[in-house]
């Protein structure tokens, strides 16, 4: 089968699907998101919010929705930011799009106090009207083809099973016919042997649709690589610790890197404005993380100070373990959006919204 749904099958299998099946979130899951790493994340999105919502003329009704909530930790921290704005609070409407019961459960649980709450098991089943779209880590277990470039031309990666059982990689016998036509001009030139990744661009065209025809933005928070390249990212992560995709199906996240030029591409075709994408890192510290993070010190004990200085170094940081600079922030928006903070050329502080 395809690189693509071999993927799909373990990620989202109605039985035994990784998705489906289990809460991979904490020290005691897989891997830890940046809402998980400290309540600061969650609180700036929500002031991030709160800015496109004053730059779409404050409607009296928003939809706040978020894709892959996780826990509901992140959606909680931003809600607490937003009391601050009751205007805003109280016109919003939640919308949380999740397929994972054991973490709807989590979300209930996280979210007991909040009213006026949906779930829903696509972003098309989301009714319409004004929106902020959050999508931190969604992208990247979106599914994906890979194609291998041989003398023949460009063919699609494969996942097969050998004679005792051990899942490999392959490659289609025949060429994808006339793929090279679609190719950025930097890997038409990659060498045989190498790997091309891309993702339909259906869901970047759902957000960029929404936004372009029923005012908004959304933003995608996730790590990949600014400009479209050959490569292989396709990896396995399991308990905090990078593990052989082909092994244990369904028993390990399996996601590969975002290529952002390609959503900025599929978007501004529709006729969406982009913006950035930037670093996390820069992200961050434009909508005031650094001053939100002095602000917690100087009420906390010093061991918790430590604690808040360790999570703002890991969620800017681009040195070992940093998630800086591997993660990119960009925002998709009604074309008469011209500015978004965090994503303009200068500083924008959103903790002033």
Known sequence: MPVWRYMELCLMHPQYGYYVSRDPLGREGDFTTSPEVSQMFGELLGLWSASIWKAIGSPAMLRLVELGPGRGTMMADALRALRVLPPLYQSLSIHLVEVNPVLRERQRATLSGVRNITWHRSIDDVPEGPAVILANEYFDVLPIHQMVRRETGWHERTVGMDANGNLYFGTAAEPTPRFEVLLPALVRAAPLGAVFEWRPDTEIMKLATRVRDQDGAALIVDYGHLRSDAGD?????????????????????????????????????????????????????????????????????????????????????????????????????????????????????????
Do not use: N, W, Y
């Open 233 to 353: 990212t396709f990896q396995a992560i399991a308990r905090h610790s990078f593990a052989d995709p082909l092994k244990h199906p369904g028993e390990a996240d399996i996601t590969a890197h975002v290529d952002f030029q390609a959503l900025t591409r599929a978007a501004e075709d529709i006729g969406a404005r982009v913006h950035g994408p930037v670093t996390q890192g820069d992200f961050l510290k434009r909508l005031g993380v650094e001053a939100r993070a002095a602000g917690l010190m100087a009420k906390a004990t010093p061991e918790v100070s430590a604690g808040i200085a360790g999570a703002l170094k890991r969620l800017t940081d681009s040195g070992r373990g940093g998630m800086g600079s591997m993660f990119k922030a960009m925002a998709v928006s009604d074309p008469r959006i011209t500015s978004i903070a965090g994503l303009s050329d200068q500083p924008d502080e959103a903790s002033q919204s």
